[in-house]
């Protein structure tokens, strides 16, 4: 079965930093690309960044060259390095999977201060 287990998440003030990582278990999910998405109450869950088993990466634009995120294929797991936070970064940060349809970790919260 498809788990996945984000942490790192925090309180941290605007211009601080973050480093997010989810585990996925199964070592088949090493070839399937992954991602970080995120969600405030009220509003729709939105994209923040994905990767293949490749390396390629995709942003979204409010956090391109702020964020970056990796993968390590071998230990199933991915990160997100998050840099010169702001408060609209503060949001429930969730790992993601892809495979026939995508599969959600539990949320990690991130909290940015003014």
């Known amino acids: 079965q498809v788990q996945l287990v984000e942490s790192g998440g925090g309180l941290v003030q605007a211009g601080g930093s973050l480093r997010l990582s989810c585990a996925a278990s199964?070592?088949?999910?090493?070839?399937?690309?992954m991602g970080w998405y995120r969600q405030v109450p009220g509003k729709q869950r939105e994209l923040v960044a994905t990767?293949?088993?490749?390396?390629?990466?995709n942003y979204a634009d409010s956090v391109k060259g702020r964020f970056t995120i990796s993968r390590d294929n071998f230990k199933n797991t991915v990160s997100l390095q998050m840099n010169s936070l702001k408060p609209e970064d503060t949001a429930v940060y969730y790992c993601?999977?892809?495979?026939?349809?995508?599969?959600w970790g539990q949320g990690t919260q991130v909290t940015v201060s003014s």
């Open positions: 990767i293949t088993s490749g390396g390629y990466t």
């Open positions: 199964g070592s088949i999910f090493s070839i399937r690309p």
């Open positions: 993601a999977l892809e495979l026939s349809v995508r599969y």
